[in-house]
């Protein structure tokens, strides 16, 4: 008898991508599957597609926004708060300098009836509030003005005339990493009152990271100079180096010239600022190519708009093509270095 030719089995072929998924058990995703990152594009397009690279104001990202004072910093966060509101989203300001100005908010875009002003003892409880927003998806920006600002609970119950110890010195960066910790790594987070369940986001999750969420965070810092330094950095941002981490996208700020007109008052010849060039360097961008710039003209009532290419081109701002070369000549990795140098001694006849 002949014997029936044995039937071969056929392999099955694993595709080495689902083995890999298989092996971490539901805990990952493909590249591809990834959510989009949203943007809410301005109305300077140098902003859009070249400072922040990937078309407007991102979100689910945290940002740092960095420069030494009477520069714009606040100026630029309140004109981004406008933009948002246009678009009809909903900005959060921590202002824990009390320095916002209604009328000057509205000169910069934005909708006082709109925006909410948060009220706050302490660091702590500031960003408890910030998790409480971006758990439950209340608004699209939360900015804090500024950094410096927010005193840790230690330092505010601190007994006049006490010595400060080593533990309440370093209370400040100690608060900040845990809240950048929990922002990256996810946190719970639940309302206040008896029997209150953890706050859930759409997924039906219990942790919250931000870059799951739609809420994006400004965080405006100071650019401060280090002592005695030769060689290396010679500024750095106050509140530990998390928020160097923690952020997607860092912009550091120069004022490169005031602009100034003659007006007679009583009689007497005056000089009145018309406006003030400011540049915009994208020091860290995640979501785009980096050392991205912009320069935009900033006006006392906290309007702004795009520097003309001819301004660029002028004698009068020549200063600003030197500027720039500067970081070339050092390389890009030491933009912060070079900060210091690009800073012109002079100052504002705005706040901002």
């Known amino acids: 008898m002949v014997e029936k030719a044995k039937k071969k089995k056929k392999k099955k072929v694993i595709n080495p991508i689902d083995n890999a998924l298989a092996v971490l058990d539901g805990a990952g995703i493909k ?26 104001l991102p979100l689910g990202k945290v940002i740092e926004l960095y420069a030494k004072e009477s520069v714009g910093k606040s100026t630029f966060a309140y004109w981004l708060a406008g933009q948002v509101q246009k678009r009809d989203g909903i900005v959060a300001l921590f202002d824990a ?9 509205a000169g910069c875009g934005i909708d006082n009836d709109k925006l909410i002003l948060p009220e706050f003892n302490h660091g702590e409880e500031a960003l408890s509030q910030m998790k409480m927003l971006l758990a439950t998806g209340s608004v699209d920006l939360i900015i804090a003005d500024a950094m410096p600002a927010f005193q840790p609970l230690i330092n505010v119950d601190q007994v006049v005339g006490e010595k400060r110890t080593m533990n309440k010195s370093l209370a400040r960066a100690k608060m900040y990493t845990d809240f950048f910790n929990d922002l990256m790594g996810g946190f719970r987070i639940k309302r206040k009152g008896k029997n209150e369940k953890y706050i859930k986001n759409s997924a039906g ?15 405006i810092n100071h650019a401060k100079d280090r002592v005695g330094v030769v060689y290396g950095e010679r500024t750095y941002t106050p509140g530990g180096d998390s928020i160097n981490f923690a952020s997607s996208l860092r912009f550091g700020m120069v004022k490169k010239k005031k602009v100034q007109k003659e007006k007679k008052v009583r009689g007497e010849k005056v000089k009145i600022l018309q ?17 991205g ?13 795009p ?6 081109d002028s004698e009068e ?13 050092f390389g890009k990795d030491d933009f912060e270095d070079d900060f210091e140098d690009d800073v012109v001694e002079e100052e504002d006849e705005f706040e901002g």
């Open 31 to 56: 590249a591809s599957q990834r959510r989009e990152v949203l943007v809410i594009p301005t109305d300077i397009e140098t902003i859009n597609e070249i400072l922040f690279a990937c078309g407007g």
């Open 97 to 105: 300098e009390g320095a916002y100005v209604p009328e000057y908010g």
């Open 205 to 219: 999750k219990e942790k919250h990271k931000v870059y799951e969420t739609n809420t994006s965070f400004i965080f």
């Open 275 to 291: 406006y003030k060039l400011v540049r915009i360097v994208a020091a860290k961008n995640k979501l785009g190519i980096p050392f």
């Open 293 to 305: 710039e912009a320069i935009i003209k900033m006006f006392p009532d906290g309007h702004i708009e």
């Open 307 to 312: 520097a003309s290419p001819e301004e660029w």
């Open 317 to 329: 701002v020549g200063e600003i093509e030197e500027s720039t070369e500067a970081i070339d000549d």
